[in-house]
């Protein structure tokens, strides 16, 4: 038995934000080496506090199976940490959690746009983007969590019109922010 997969992703989506939103308060983006400690307990904390809050809610039927789940997650996310600070190359996290044709609140970031993008050829487009990082004044980096089995090549790009999502934000971050976006993943 394992945690159901719609759960896990929601938890490990809101202990990404929770993170990042606090390290972008302390000014932890990326995290310094010589705090890369302190920064891996203090991811663990709030992963705790998330994990708690959503026990509370679900009621796990059986708390070994619940206990297990939380143990891999938060190893992903001292991982997770580690590679934030060794991995940054310049790119300043300013959104967690942004929503384009959604208001903020609710877990989004408080600068969510509320009205969708409209593109030149009238497509309108709203989504959610996990995190939205800047270098310089214009370049954009979006990244997408994913927290389901990878299953894509590095070679992928849109997997024959199935994972269409990365393209998609980095259009609709470009109508909302200008610039460029240099970089969509998935991570």
């Known amino acids: 038995t394992t945690l159901d997969p719609l759960t896990r992703g929601s938890m490990v989506h809101e202990m990404l934000a929770s993170v990042m939103r606090a390290f972008i ?35 796990p039927p059986i708390q070994r199976v619940w206990d297990d789940a939380i143990d891999a997650i938060r190893r ?50 709203h989504g959610v983007v996990d995190l939205i990082e800047r270098k310089g004044a214009d370049q954009y980096r979006i990244t997408d969590y994913k927290t389901g089995k990878h299953r894509l090549t590095e070679r992928t790009v849109v997997n024959g019109g199935r994972t269409l999502q990365p393209i998609l934000y980095a259009m609709a971050v470009e109508a909302a922010f200008g610039g460029r976006v240099m970089a969509s993943r998935l991570y």
């Open 25 to 59: 308060a302390r000014g932890w983006t990326p995290p310094p080496t010589d705090v890369l400690e302190e920064a891996q307990a203090e991811a663990d904390r709030l992963a705790c506090d998330v994990a708690a809050r959503t026990a509370q809610r679900l009621l």
């Open 76 to 125: 992903d996310l001292r991982e997770w940490v580690r590679r934030l600070t060794l991995e940054s190359d310049g790119w300043l996290p300013i959104h967690v959690e942004y929503g384009i044709g959604f208001a903020g609140g609710n877990g989004l970031d408080e600068a969510s746009q509320p009205t969708a993008v409209v593109l030149p050829d009238g497509t309108q487009l």
